[in-house]
């Protein structure tokens, strides 16, 4: 069995010795270098583009405003990141919107003309400001519905004995990426062959279809190695698509590479939310009522709706549930989708709120979840597809040691140091698409597994001929993957925690065509794997291919599915440096089967770790004077680094989730980073009494003398 | 990033003369070029002083003498520092990387530019665009000072070790057009309500050859709050040390990092504590009276318990030495 072995990265040995190549390493004989100059206002109208004095750097070839390129916008389509098109007009939407574009023969001359290049533009007032525009909240028609209601919060609160009502905050995030955001354009033929870092080739493709009216099939959009992407690669942004217009214009490639500062504003983030949460319940800890209102910053740009209340709609059982979604429009860039969207954030409102009930209720927090255990969705009414949660809160908190919590805040430890603990549930909607890939074994035994699906970094180029070793009886060895170009079978982006369960089904289902067909030529059932070379040559085959294609059903729309997980922290707080440290991490989940452990782990200790980022670090300001991120690079935008990280511990769940996928796996990379956020404010509280609903949590909280 | 000249100087006095309009001196290069790739500096030519050496660490009479570009490293580990000068040793280890602190050297160290986010991000700031205006007044305050340079420029200075060579009484020697001349590290930078926010008061040509630690200082201790546990500047640091005969403080000193835009050495605390028992309360009531000039802005009036509590581990009579 090659399914659920601890197999190593496939690609580890090319990315450790920087052999892999990116986007940014590619050599394009011809390549012209582009950098974009973008708005220092988050408002008005550009007026003029002086561009003598950059022109006279040696190397500039051309120099495009707005309406040079030969596009208009908005583009509406669904895999667009934002409907909005800079360039198009002399409108300024948003602070770092693109203003122009400077091509020239070498990167280093691109930019010392975008930063000689003056941009006049008259500025208007603008509004930027969440925390002041609240009131401006409005909901609009999303995939998933904004509001919904069952039971009555009202009678609920009515019943309730305890009653908690609380404000929580998030921050903007960035995702960051190492590799920042980068594309290499090629208007050839009449059409368009693209390189770019991305999550998702055929989105690209349909977008660049529509942007340029191609069909489909003029379109090549190919995707290597891809340095990160948390979502800000899943989507279609307007530096790949003004790239092709530019490589249309000047009749040669075009590389963009984003510099570091236009990676704040140019392909989305997470944006900040609010979030109000009522929770009302009787004395035994029984939940009478839930009601959660969310508002996060959006764009003007486009609509981009944070669905912080959507785990509240299904977490715990309980009778009366209303949950509302807003946005308010900013002149800010837009957000998008980033590890983990909705209820990333939203879990940090519900699970904070829960261990305030537990306080006010002097429950065990633990005691208190299973006391609420959902058995079927409370919303909907349909059964779960396999939920082992509560596994996950005993396998959890036996692994951290939860019985030697002490219930009672600020208990002190060695040297005056107050030792707290906290938990938290998790819980992710687990999205899947339909995916199609090839498999084809070579009379030598080679298999070449090939899909549209893409390397992240979350273990796909490992797990895919995993699925297909194990189908066929070979080994891993034997086994290679092509990924990431729309010359090969489509699939859907790898985003949304999908992609094992969707590709992996496809991969699945043609290896075992493939096997079925084998054993026909072969004229038996039951071929050994050593008889394949055999049956080829006998019928004088070099090889044989299959394809397979998978897609979710509506039997299976019977039920609700989502990937879970418990999450329990320890942190210290120093007397004399209150900044609070997270000590131990162990994190308990239930996603499924686990095809394989070693890049499962991998994906559910670094999405805690990024949850440590959330609780403790992360956190973009926004200048509401100058409507802009204040932070624009690593140097003011902090990430946790290896001192910040302490033991991190992860456990699965045993389970087999029949009706996520035919492999029995439902969604891994972003659980982990659920939950993360409300258990550190929950261990922050436990250890010093003060209790935290804004996140991250910084020092001044905890500075009372 | 324009195209620049590069010359290696093979002696102080060429160095010097090799200084003019549009020069800057490198280093190691950890602080000239991010500068250079972010745009923060434009130089025609830069003079290399790595072959000068310069970089000894040495014994005499009067304390120790550190090398202008000693590097960081080689002093933090070194033992006449760690015997005689552990606050420096110590705000080293604290100060950037492994990699920063095996590269950067002292006299590049002090003078550093600041890391205000609105400086190092192309936003309205006087230190980037003279006259372009403080974003800090209206905008993000977090990481600005408690003591501001100017109504023009708020932030802090970034430097660890300046911390320490402040609680030091260190002396700086600097050689220029004119001759050598010693400064404190007080008079190093600006002083208060200087309109350009400059990171040192040197002028084109001047060149750190030499830091003096004189004999006989407090050893000292430092301690560092930062929202990261590594790689992170100072919200707030201190660095100094006590002595005690008989439960009375006879000798105290103390300064402050990330509160202003140089290290804050503070008399007024040190001359509240010499001469009385000590206790956490006296030295609760000795910051806070030094601290008390600070009109704060809204965004950093919580510095001023951080430097309380800072202040207070370092003057510890019962922590760790």
Redesign the interface.
Known sequence: MTIGAPLPRQDAAVKVTGAAQYVGDLEVPGALEGVFVVSAVAAGRIRSIDRADALTVPGVVSIFGPGQLGVTGPIEHWAAGQASMPMTDAEIRYEGQPVALVLATTGIAAREAAARLVVTIDPLPHQSSFAASLDLGIEIKDWAPTSTAVGSVADGLAAAEVTITARYRTADRHHVALEPSAVVARWVDGGIDLWTSTQWVFGVRAAMAQMFSLPPDKVRVRSGYVGGGFGAKGSTWPHEFLAVAASRAVAAPVRIVLPRSQTFTLHGYQPATVQELTLGARNDGTLTAIRHESWNAASVADDYVEHGSLGSRTMYACPNIETRDRIVRLNRPQPTFMRAPHEGPGMVGLEIAMDELADRLDMDPVELRIRNYARHDPTSGKPFSSKALDQCYRLGAERFGWARRSPVPAAWGPGGVRIGMGMASALMSTFRFGASARVTLERDGSTLVETGAHEIGTGVRTILPQIAADALGLPIERVRVSLGDTTLPEAGGTFGSATTLSVGSAVRIAAVKLKERLETLAGEPGLEPREYAEVLALHRLERVSEEGTWAPTREEGAYAMNAYGAVFVEVAVAPHDPVPRVTRCVGAFSVGRIINPRTARSQVIGGMIWGLGQALLEDSRLDPALGRFVAKGFGSYQIPVNADVPAVDAIFADEFDPHASPIGARGVGEIGTIGVGAAVANAVFNATGVRVRDLPIRVESLLQP | ??IFDYRAANSVAEAIAAAGPGSAFLAAGTEVVPALR??LLHPDRLIDLLPLGLDGIERRDDGLRLGGLARLSDIASHPEVLASAPALASAIEQSGTAAIRSMGTLAGNLLQQV?C??Y?????CNRRAPGSGC?VA???Q??AALMPLSFHCAAVHPSDPAVALASLDATIVVEGRAGRRTLSLDQLYPAAGAVLGVPSVLESGDLIIALDLPAGRLPGRY?K????????FA?VSAAGGLRLEGGVVVEAALALGGIAWKPWRCRRAEAMLVGRPWSADLVRQAVAAELSGATPLEGTR?KV??AI??A??VLDPGGPS
Do not use: Q, V
């Not at chain 2, 709050?225 to 992170?232: K, L, Q, V």
């Open positions: 990033m324009k972010d745009g890391r986010p609105y190092r991000g192309a936003a309205p974003s209206r905008g993000d977090r990481h301690a709050i930062r929202d990261r546990s590594s790689f992170d919200l919580f318990e951080l509590r800072a207070a581990t």
